[in-house]
């Protein structure tokens, strides 16, 4: 996992210098702090850097920060952000609110609410990425079976719990069956009654849903993938793959990191 950037703006060089070290004694090396000195130089730094949280002061000359957060919006970045402002001003706040922005705070800053407001915004950031991971990876048919309530306390929910435990290796529909002590003929019919998918095809979409995730949060070569999502050729892996997605892993993969990069001018 790449180390997730804090980006500061703010023209007042006594203050920026003052948020950066005390971020970085914080973090630890945990995130990368960089900081910017107006709303032109963090727009050019959101094209060479994946922004996690964007902090930035709201009076700048030539580019404020509502207007930096209406141009990196227009460009399709989309990074938590917290406003600072030496004054209080409700229609900048409420410019602020309709813009996304989650907090609003005023100079002075302790260093002990800058800590605690940076964490509040980090925890929202990681629920925003966890709920666009599982976006990106759900399968509406297989969200169907989990809602289904008359699986509960059931031989097929027994049974997806065994094909769920064992994606990466040869699973035959006779194995489940035996497993929940059922006729392999009746226990296909079954299956397809309670769950709306066959044998094979819920198998295929697990594998394909935890392949999806491992494309997205790893690095590890399709072929090696193919193998842990229970596949015995990467040749077959991709084929099915491509049946069901529309596209090789390989663009899935790209795609969804494409997705998420700095846009290069």
Not at 170 to 195: G, I, P, R
Not at 243 to 255: A, L, M, N, Q
Request: hydrophobic fraction near 40%; include cysteine; charge should be neutral.
């Amino acid at each position: 996992m790449s180390t997730k950037t804090i980006l500061i703006v703010d023209d007042e060089q006594t203050t920026r210098q003052g948020l950066k070290k005390t971020l970085e004694i914080w973090s630890a090396g945990k995130y990368e702090i960089i900081s910017a000195t107006d709303g032109p130089e963090a727009y050019e730094l959101f094209g060479k850097h994946k922004i996690h949280l964007l902090i930035t002061d709201v009076c700048m000359p030539e580019m404020d920060g509502l207007k930096l957060l209406k141009n990196i919006k227009d460009r399709g970045y989309k990074p938590v952000v917290m406003i600072i402002s030496g004054h209080p001003d409700f229609e900048y706040a409420q410019e602020a609110i309709r813009l996304g922005v989650i907090n609003y705070l005023l100079k002075p800053l302790s260093k002990q609410k800058l800590i605690e407001a940076v964490e509040q915004a980090l925890e929202t950031e990681a629920n925003i990425e966890r709920a666009d991971h599982l976006e990106k990876v759900a399968d509406q048919k297989l969200l169907n079976v989990d809602a289904r309530k008359d699986l509960s306390n059931s031989l097929i929910k027994d049974a997806i719990t065994f094909i769920n435990k064992n994606l990466n290796r040869q699973v035959s529909l006779k194995e489940v069956a035996d497993t929940v002590h059922l006729n392999a003929s009746y226990f296909s019919v079954l299956f397809k009654e309670k769950t709306r998918l066959t044998f094979s095809e819920y198998l295929t979409r697990k594998r394909l849903q935890m392949a999806k995730n491992l494309l997205l949060t790893t690095d590890a070569h399709v072929e090696d993938i193919a193998q842990q999502a229970g596949y015995q050729t990467a040749k077959y892996f991709i084929k099915i793959f491509k049946d069901y997605e529309g596209i090789t892993p390989s663009k899935y993969r790209k795609v969804a990191v494409l997705d998420e990069a700095p846009i290069q001018k």
